[in-house]
């Protein structure tokens, strides 16, 4: 059977600041989405990642359909006005446009979705992150993909042998899309020369060679192109497809282990390193560390089964105390240097008035 996964995940409001939804707004997304959706998907899973609200759902209408934008656009108009009536922080944040017009992508929301022939076992990792951007995935699925130091089945795997296909974007060019297919093996320098700007060139998605079957799908919408303005941190979702001619679960999970250092963490202008941290996670510290969580699931016929935590094992709590080093040590040194973003990267404004004022008062010598 077809089958097509969407994820759709917005921030709306939260409490106590930017850091966690409240209960009663993601029952009104559940709720929401149940109603509804009757007729229009097979299953669903509603979660959150920090201040972000996910909404996954099997279906098969194909990618980009606008029934199944709208239904994710209007829940999060619904969810909005539950935040708003609780004075949650942040409410609607990320709708950015005040009317629907076929697709979400654009308007605020991120999106990923994969439309595939649903194998007999088809297991896929649900991954979400928050407080920081859609680049926190190059190296992770770099590595995952292209490189056989995390990714044995590369050499080991028959199946796996002829590589996969980088579908990367440049996120800086906002009139159309702007796209480059790069082959692994041959071409890992040309994919490694793009990915090594994050913040510009992002894996949109990613193929087996052998088969073209579509392994992953990342949303890859940066917000202040679409505002011009600060209006938090893109906080990307995506859709890995696992085991068979796609890495395993664990060559995927593999890479998390370094706690890499992003763009985001507080007011989306620092580096930190990325923690992988159980579902529903919250955010704290200097309004961080940037976090991703992993729901893995089995989906037959659409169906969804339960969501295995992928990073909820004792293995990762050793990693998140190696990481939570690595975020103090980057956070020692304040504003100086590498651990705030550069200039054109700062997400407030406020310094760029006040670097305007200061050219003024500059004197020259003769
Ligand atoms: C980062 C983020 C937070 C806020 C910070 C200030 O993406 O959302 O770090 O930038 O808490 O928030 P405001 O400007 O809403 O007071
Ligand atoms: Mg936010
Ligand atoms: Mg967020």
Redesign the pocket.
């Known amino acids: 059977m077809k089958v097509t996964l969407s994820v759709l995940k917005a921030?709306i409001g939260s409490i106590g600041?930017?850091i966690v939804p409240s209960k009663a707004l993601l029952d009104e997304v559940k709720n929401f989405v149940k109603e509804k959706a009757k007729d229009l998907i097979i299953d669903f899973y509603i979660s959150h990642t920090g201040?972000d609200i996910a909404i996954l759902c099997t279906h098969d209408r194909g990618v980009e359909d606008e029934k199944i934008h709208k239904l994710a656009w209007d829940t999060f108009l619904a969810g909005t006005e539950v935040a708003k009536k609780q004075g949650l922080?942040?409410a609607g944040?990320d709708l950015l446009k005040d009317s629907f017009s076929g697709n979400i992508k654009g308007m605020g929301p991120a999106v990923a979705e994969i439309e595939f022939d649903e194998r007999p076992n088809e297991p896929f990792i649900f991954f979400a992150a928050?407080?920081t951007d859609p680049g926190c995935y190059s190296l992770p699925f770099y590595l995952g993909f292209a490189d056989p130091m995390y990714c044995s089945g590369l050499i080991l795997s028959p199946k796996m042998s002829d590589g996969f296909t980088f579908r990367i974007i440049d996120v800086e060019h906002t009139e159309n899309d702007k796209i480059i297919d790069l082959h692994s093996p041959e071409e890992i320098y040309d994919i490694a020369a793009l990915l090594r700007d994050c913040e510009r060139y992002v894996i949109e998605s990613i193929y087996a060679r052998g088969s073209g079957n579509q392994a992953a799908s990342i949303s890859t919408t940066r917000l202040h192109n679409i505002a011009g303005k600060?209006t938090?941190?893109d906080?990307p979702v995506a859709l890995i497809r696992v085991q068979g001619e796609f890495p395993a679960t664990g060559e995927i999970l593999a890479p998390f282990q370094i706690g890499h250092l992003v763009a985001?963490?507080?007011?989306?202008?620092h580096n930190g390193p990325l923690m992988p941290c159980k579902l529903n996670a919250t955010?704290s510290y200097?309004?961080?560390p940037p976090v991703v969580t992993g729901a893995a699931f089995c989906v037959n016929n659409g169906k969804l089964t339960e969501p295995a935590d992928v990073f909820d094992h004792p293995f990762w709590d050793y990693v998140r105390f190696q990481i939570s080093k690595k975020a103090v040590d980057i956070r020692q040194q304040g504003f100086s240097g590498p651990a705030m973003l550069p200039y054109s990267e700062l997400?407030?404004g406020g310094i760029v008035d006040k670097l305007e004022k200061l050219e003024k008062k500059f004197t020259y010598r003769d």
């Open positions: 921030d600041g930017h201040d922080y942040g944040q928050d407080k600060y938090g941190k906080d985001g963490f507080m007011r989306g202008s955010i200097f309004d961080g997400e407030y």
